[in-house]
T-cell receptor, first 113, second 113 residues
Framework: GESVGLHLPTLSVQEGDNSIINCAYS??????FIWYKQESGKGPQFIID???NMDKRQGQRVTVLLNKTVKHLSLQIAATQPGDSAVYFC????????????WGLGTSLAVNP | NAGVTQTPKFQVLKTGQSMTLQCAQD?????MSWYRQDPGMGLRLIHY???????DQGEVPNGYNVSRSTTEDFPLRLLSAAPSQTSVYFC????????????FGPGTRLTVL
């Protein structure tokens, strides 16, 4: 079946470095992609989203890149801070019904001081 | 605004017991949903609702019931708990406008013995 997956289950970076979290998707019909951050003991929190008519979108210290050719999504975090330590989930869906999302398995990001 | 609230935070049940997980939101969101989160798996949609009086099944609805008598509340009922229902349960809400993101509650950690 079609699914959303992640290249790296864990990622360890030094404080101040940039982090890149990758995500592969296989449903070519998906036109909406979203990243959530989940800290330990908390619910997922929205970070950034992107529609398929874009290939890049920037937020505060975060950038999402979408490569539809290879069905790849990435989240870049600039100047990673200890507070960025969390599990990051990508999800795919359709903009007309973005609430029916298919979720990836998550990547754990550990920031070393 | 309190956002999305869930009670209880933790619960231990014996096999066969029933219970209700509570979820409330104060953002006047039309859409509410329940997910379960298990280790090594992404979030899976159990049930959802697009408004008071309207509910529908998600990906894994068996063993769970929901109702939506008000816009604010969306309780999840386990009729006869099974060990396979041991999980962390998240409630989420969003408006039905465009690609509005989902806001998640803090979760309920349920253990069924």
């Amino acid at each position: 079946g079609e699914s959303v997956g992640l290249h790296l289950p864990t990622l360890s970076v030094q404080e101040g470095d940039n982090s890149i979290i990758n995500c592969a998707y296989s449903n070519s019909a998906s036109d909406y992609f979203i990243w959530y951050k989940q800290e330990s003991g908390k619910g997922p929190q929205f970070i950034i989203d992107i529609r398929s008519n874009m290939d890049k979108r920037q937020g505060q210290r975060v950038t999402v890149l979408l490569n539809k050719t290879v069905k790849h999504l990435s989240l870049q975090i600039a100047a990673t801070q200890p507070g960025d330590s969390a599990v990051y989930f990508c999800a795919e869906g359709n903009a007309g019904n973005n609430r029916k999302l298919i979720w990836g398995l998550g990547t754990s990001l550990a920031v070393n001081p | 605004n309190a956002g999305v609230t869930q009670t209880p935070k933790f619960q231990v049940l014996k096999t066969g017991q029933s219970m209700t997980l509570q979820c409330a939101q104060d953002m006047n969101h039309e859409y509410m949903s329940w997910y379960r989160q298990d280790p090594g798996m992404g979030l899976r949609l159990i049930h959802y609702s697009v408004g008071a009086g309207i509910t529908d099944q998600g990906e894994v609805p068996n063993g769970y019931n929901v109702s939506r008598s008000t816009t604010e509340d969306f309780p999840l009922r386990l009729l006869s708990a099974a060990p396979s229902q041991t999980s962390v349960y998240f409630c989420a809400s969003s408006s039905l406008a465009g690609t509005d993101t989902q806001y998640f509650g803090p979760g309920t950690r349920l253990t069924v013995l």
